[in-house]
């Protein structure tokens, strides 16, 4: 059983205004989230201290949704509140994720969901922003945008195209011709190079490392961070990366920087690594962490580095939950 969410406000408080808001929200939460009437198994609505002239779970009853026990409560006068704004929270049997729905002026409750929310994911290698990212946009049910694995796919091109990645005029003919389209199927990002799915290709280590050398070239960068802000324009999204917050998406209004240790950065690269069936080393790991930040920190390009509005978060000792908890709640804070 899942609880779902949602509001609406009425112009004025009378009963004509009311039926109407409640028939529209539960309908529309009936249909967001696929329920069947029979699915639903209580009902609960309240209302703010200005709504007196009917009970919202007597329009709920009006409306067709009179089969499952219905609850109405009077909210405390809250200096500041919304006003004419009622809620629901329906309890229904569901398999999928709960759907929230904000109508009318309740919209400016949920920010989150009801507008274009974009929000900037920047740390070092293996300091958890990934998961993070990809975790918190499940939660928020928006996109989540991977630019690394757009960056893989250009080392990944300039390894198929036999590219030398220290020659920049070599680099620059590859960019020139790639074919490189995002995509979403299933609620899942797909990188597609040269028409192929290459989402599990580019995840292998010596592809990652060369991902760094070839996003140290200005002109990729630029190629990239001009489809990025596109895609962010459009969409809500997550976005993860080095530079979010600085270069990409300078305005974005949530930003954070998520870092680690080096040995725990390092521990995890290489428990990952290993459940994915590489020979990796742990020294070998660390080693490539200590190279890969000194790299990303010290490049002429968008180095890596937290931007001055940025909430510094610091996972050594969260877990992945705890993280995107932080995260939600200080999102949430804002909004």
């Known amino acids: 059983m899942k609880a779902i969410r949602g509001a609406t406000t009425i112009a004025a408080d009378t009963p004509e205004e009311i039926r109407g808001a409640v028939k529209e929200l539960l309908t529309e939460i009936k249909n967001r989230n696929g329920l069947e009437l029979g699915s ?16 919202p779970a007597k329009a709920a009853r009006e409306a067709g949704f009179g089969g499952c026990p219905l609850f109405s409560s009077l909210e405390p006068l809250i200096k500041g509140a919304l006003p ?65 694995a757009m960056y893989r796919a250009c080392a990944l091109e300039c390894v198929n195209r036999g590219a030398d990645l220290s020659d920049e005029a070599a680099v620059r003919d590859v960019m020139e011709k790639l074919d490189l389209k995002i995509e979403y199927r299933e609620g899942r990002q797909v990188t597609v190079l040269d028409g192929k799915d290459v989402s599990e290709e580019i995840r292998r280590p010596e592809i990652s490392q060369l991902a760094s050398k070839v996003s140290a070239y200005g002109f990729v960068r630029s ?44 521990k995890r690269r290489y428990d990952e690594d290993r459940a994915k069936g590489f020979a990796v080393s742990y020294d070998e790991i660390l080693k490539d962490i200590a190279e890969r930040d000194r790299r990303d920190e010290q490049r002429k390009v968008s180095p890596l580095r937290r931007a001055d509005d940025a909430v510094l978060v610091d996972s050594s000792d969260m877990t992945p939950e705890e993280v995107v908890e932080f995260l939600a709640n200080k999102i949430q804070e804002k909004i």
């Open 40 to 55: 639903v198994v209580c009902i609960m609505l309240s209302s703010t201290a200005d709504i007196t002239s009917l009970y």
């Open 84 to 148: 004419l704004c009622i809620r629901a929270m329906v309890l229904a049997e569901i398999c999928g994720p709960a759907v929230p729905v904000y109508l009318r002026g309740a919209a400016a409750l949920r920010r989150d969901i009801t507008g274009r929310l974009v929000i900037a994911i920047d740390g070092p290698a293996g300091s958890g922003k990934s998961t993070a990212a990809k975790n918190l946009a499940k939660r928020l049910n928006i996109l989540y945008l991977d630019t690394g």
């Open 223 to 266: 190629k990239m961070v001009d489809m990025q802000r596109r895609i962010a324009s459009e969409m809500s999204c997550v976005m993860d990366g080095r530079d979010i917050g600085t270069a990409v998406l300078p305005g974005a209004e949530h930003k954070f920087f998520i870092t680690a240790s080096a040995e725990v950065r390092a």
